[in-house]
């Protein structure tokens, strides 16, 4: 999909956004809409995954709210447009994905996630022993969305059929990012990592 005909899509779903009520009663009865057709419960398996991946998404805004950097907030702009097409690929209903009219979480995403980790890695000195959560309020805050993200893997691995791969490694990727990105922010708060004393 060519740039201009992505963005007429995104213009035509904001008129339809602007034109809805954000109260619709049909999940009154627990089930919701599946894009592309069909309900199920909103215990569903699959609803609890694309559920987790909007929860990692406002992790990572309060992430973003703790005044990062410039350098990693700007990753985690894209990231968090990145998962909101990931989530929506899993409210789709399965074979209908591409009723999403949207490029699609693929290799060359993950292999971007790729390339922060790195840069952070290279700003942070060599990790000699585990850390725990913490540190300053802006690594804090990304260590929790590690943890989010690391149960939305685990819930998007459970999944039946199962769902591509693309979505797994994204997810997979992201957690060791968002793990970097804490230490980067330490790093920059001038803060040190919290180390696990073990016995202690």
Same mark, same amino acid.
């Given at each position: 999909?060519?740039?201009?005909?992505?963005?007429a899509h995104r213009a035509q779903?904001? $008129?339809?956004?602007? +034109?809805? !009520?954000?109260?619709?009663?049909?999940?009154?009865?627990? *089930?919701?809409?599946?894009?592309?057709?069909?309900?199920?419960? !909103?215990?569903? &398996?699959?609803?609890? =995954?694309?559920?987790?991946?909007?929860?990692?998404?406002?992790?990572? $805004?309060?992430?973003? =709210?703790? !005044?990062?950097?410039? /350098?990693?907030?700007?990753?985690?702009?894209?990231?968090?447009?990145?998962?909101?097409?990931? $989530?929506?690929?899993?409210?789709?209903?399965?074979?209908?994905?591409?009723k999403l009219k949207m490029d699609?979480? @693929? /290799?060359?995403?993950?292999?971007?996630?790729?390339?922060?980790?790195?840069?952070?890695?290279?700003?942070? &000195?060599?990790?000699?022993?585990?850390?725990? /959560? $913490?540190? @300053? &309020?802006?690594? +804090?805050?990304?260590?929790?969305?590690? *943890?989010?993200? #690391? #149960?939305?893997? #685990?819930?998007?691995? @459970?999944?039946?059929?199962?769902?591509?791969?693309?979505?797994?490694?994204?997810?997979?990727?992201?957690?060791?990012?968002?793990?970097?990105?804490?230490?980067?922010?330490?790093?920059?708060?001038?803060?040190?990592?919290? /180390?696990? !004393?073990?016995?202690?």
């Open positions: 999909m060519d740039r201009a005909t992505t963005c779903i904001r $008129g339809k956004l602007a +034109a809805m !009520k954000i109260y619709t009663k049909t999940g009154d009865d627990g *089930t919701t809409g599946l894009y592309g057709g069909g309900r199920t419960k !909103k215990t569903d &398996p699959r609803v609890a =995954a694309y559920g987790t991946t909007d929860e990692l998404n406002s992790c990572i $805004g309060v992430a973003r =709210a703790t !005044k990062l950097l410039a /350098p990693i907030d700007e990753v985690l702009e894209r990231v968090q447009q990145d998962i909101f097409v990931l $989530g929506s690929e899993l409210a789709c209903t399965v074979g209908k994905e591409d699609l979480i @693929s /290799p060359a995403d993950a292999e971007r996630l790729e390339r922060a980790i790195d840069d952070a890695t290279e700003a942070v &000195p060599p990790l000699k022993y585990f850390v725990l /959560p $913490g540190g @300053s &309020p802006q690594a +804090a805050a990304l260590h929790v969305a590690r *943890t989010v993200c #690391r #149960r939305a893997e #685990r819930e998007v691995l @459970s999944l039946e059929p199962p769902v591509r791969s693309e979505l797994v490694i994204y997810l997979n990727r992201l957690s060791d990012l968002l793990f970097s990105l804490a230490r980067r922010a330490n790093v920059d708060a001038g803060v040190e990592d919290v /180390p696990w !004393k073990p016995g202690s």
